[in-house]
């Protein structure tokens, strides 16, 4: 099974960028559907269709297909480089509702219910993501 890695976020004001990355390891990186989801702690916490995470955008299994929420649509951009079996979120323009804690998840084989976090299969330690006004 694969285990996922990530590195980036951080602290910062709004309308600047980050580029937060999820390293695969233990399988290949070819039998994954990748996905971004992003989720409130504390008093903060929300609730979403599938749990505590929302959707934020997702790479299908097969056939390429790029998926985003609508509140990052435009905004955000994912990428992956499949020599280094990493998938990355470009953070553009980043708001003070962007603040949460982001996670990369991998889903065996999957190209439906991408939006739903209970269909993935492993997911990254999760990496905080703050946004002053």
């Known amino acids: 099974q694969v285990k996922l890695l990530q590195a980036g976020g951080g602290l910062v004001q709004a309308g600047a960028t980050l580029k937060p990355s999820c390293q695969g390891t233990?399988?290949?990186?070819?039998?994954?559907?990748r996905g971004w989801f992003r989720q409130w702690a504390g008093g903060e916490r929300r609730n979403f269709a599938g749990?505590?995470?929302?959707?934020?955008?997702?790479?299908?299994?097969?056939?390429?297909?790029?998926y985003y929420a609508e509140s990052v649509r435009g905004r955000f951009t994912m990428s992956r480089d499949h020599a280094k079996n990493t998938v990355y979120l470009q953070m553009n323009n980043l708001r003070p509702e962007d603040t949460a804690v982001y996670y990369c998840g991998a889903a065996y084989k999957a190209d439906y219910g991408l939006n739903y976090a209970a269909n993935y299969d492993a997911w990254g330690q999760g990496t905080q993501v703050t946004v002053s006004s």
């Open positions: 749990g505590e995470r929302q959707f934020v955008g997702a790479f299908s299994w097969s056939g390429g297909n790029v």
């Open positions: 233990g399988d290949k990186f070819s039998n994954y559907a």
